[in-house]
Nanobody, 120 residues
Framework: VQLVESGGGLVQTGGSLRLSCAASGSISSINGMRWYRQAPAKRRELVAAVTSAGSTNYADSVKGRFTISRDNAKNTVYLRMNRLKLEDTAVYYC???????????????WGQGTTVTVSS
C-alpha cells in the first residue's frame, strides 16, 4: 500500500491550493483519512480528518479556510486550502487507516509529504 501526495507548491498569502493523496496497492477498505503538517522546527500536527462516512474535523487554526474531502471510489483524500497564511507553510502529510485485505487488521500508512510554501 502506498499513499502519494501531490499539489504542493509556492503560493502568495491569501491564495489557494488543493492537495491530493491517492492510496494504491492492495486495499480492501479505508477508514479514517487525515492531513497532518510539520513546519520547520515544530512538531507534526493534525490539520484535518475525515471518516469513511464523511464526517470531518479541523484544527482551530484552519477552520473556515481548509476543507477536507474524499472520493472513496478513487481511494483519494483532498485538502482544499483557501486564504493561505504565512504560518501555513509546512510539509503536509497524508495519513490513512487501511485494511489491505478482508479480515486483516487496520494499518496506519503515511505519505511521503508535499511541501507548501506561502510567501508574502
Amino acid at each position: 500500500v502506498q499513499l502519494v501526495e501531490s499539489g504542493g507548491g509556492l503560493v502568495q498569502t491569501g491564495g489557494s491550493l488543493r492537495l491530493s493523496c491517492a492510496a494504491s496497492g492492495s486495499i480492501s477498505s479505508i477508514n479514517g483519512m487525515r492531513w497532518y503538517r510539520q513546519a520547520p522546527a515544530k512538531r507534526r500536527e493534525l490539520v484535518a480528518a475525515v471518516t469513511s462516512a464523511g464526517s470531518t474535523n479541523y484544527a482551530d487554526s484552519v477552520k473556515g479556510r481548509f476543507t477536507i474531502s474524499r472520493d472513496n471510489a478513487k481511494n483519494t483524500v483532498y485538502l482544499r486550502m483557501n486564504r493561505l497564511k504565512l504560518e501555513d507553510t509546512a510539509v503536509y502529510y497524508c495519513n490513512a487507516d487501511i485494511r489491505p485485505s478482508p479480515g486483516w487488521s487496520l494499518t496506519e500508512y503515511w505519505g511521503q509529504g508535499t511541501t507548501v510554501t506561502v510567501s508574502s
